[in-house]
């Protein structure tokens, strides 16, 4: 079965710019999340996904959003870019909603704003 | 909220030697717990869970078990190698309604030498 898949890989921006980033969960997989990796920060939740609706929310500002497809492909969009949002920015899939339900990553976008 | 500790890296030993790596935690309910390994420019891989009280996780030669009474999942391996070395975050996950969120540690570095 193949894994999370997350395009692109590398992504270069300038301040002002907006991005979208694309995950394709693995093949049955209903729930896709999202994460931002910083040194500072560490792994902070963004948002979760099901069956297109969002479900989870985490505490960040409104310039970034999310969308899942029918075909539970999730994109992230950050509009407005800051240079603090340089970051790695992870996709996670997994069967359901619950607790004990495991969360399958991708390899993450490198988000660089310049 | 919920959150996790980890014990402060980097960790440094040398092939062979027996590792731990502490993590505790603070959750409202019955969470989820979870170690993840993150090897250079990858995103996170799943290396144990356990989802309820003195359940074992067990992976590759390591292994934590859900201590409720310390509120502990502490990682252990016997005998590491040199192809250990990464970063290991503790997470987990809360248990009140449906919720999958990962609340993560800052992470532990290890580095194993020859």
């Known amino acids: 079965k193949a894994g999370v898949t997350q395009t692109p890989r590398y992504l270069i921006k300038t301040r002002g710019q907006q991005v979208t980033l694309s995950c394709s969960p693995i093949?049955?997989?209903?729930?896709v999340s999202w994460y931002q990796q910083t040194p500072g920060q560490g792994l902070q939740f963004l948002f979760e996904y099901f069956s297109e609706t969002q479900r989870n929310k985490g505490n960040f500002p409104g310039r970034f959003s999310g969308r899942q497809f029918s075909n539970s492909r999730s994109e992230m969009n950050v509009s407005t870019l800051e240079l603090g949002d340089s970051a790695l920015y992870l996709c996670?899939?997994?069967?359901?909603?619950?607790?004990?339900?495991?969360?399958?990553f991708g390899p993450g976008t490198r988000l660089t704003v310049l | 909220g919920n959150s996790v500790t980890q014990m402060e890296g980097p960790v440094t030993l040398s092939e062979e030697a027996f590792l731990t790596i502490n993590c505790t935690y603070t959750a409202t309910g019955y969470p989820s717990l979870f170690w993840y390994v993150q090897y250079p420019g990858e995103g996170l891989q799943l290396l144990l869970k356990?989802?309820?009280?003195?359940d074992k996780g067990s992976n590759k030669g390591f292994e934590a078990t859900y201590r409720k009474e310390t509120t502990s999942f502490h990682l252990e391996k016997g005998s590491v190698q040199v192809s250990d070395s990464a970063v290991y975050f503790c997470?987990?996950?809360?248990?009140?309604?449906?919720?999958?969120?990962?609340?993560f540690g800052t992470g532990t570095r290890l580095q194993v030498t020859l």
């Open positions: 093949s049955g997989h209903r729930s």
């Open positions: 996670a899939s997994s069967q359901g909603l619950y607790s004990y339900n495991e969360q399958f």
């Open positions: 997470a987990l996950s809360a248990s009140t309604g449906t919720a999958s969120k990962l609340t």
């Open positions: 356990a989802t309820k009280a003195d």
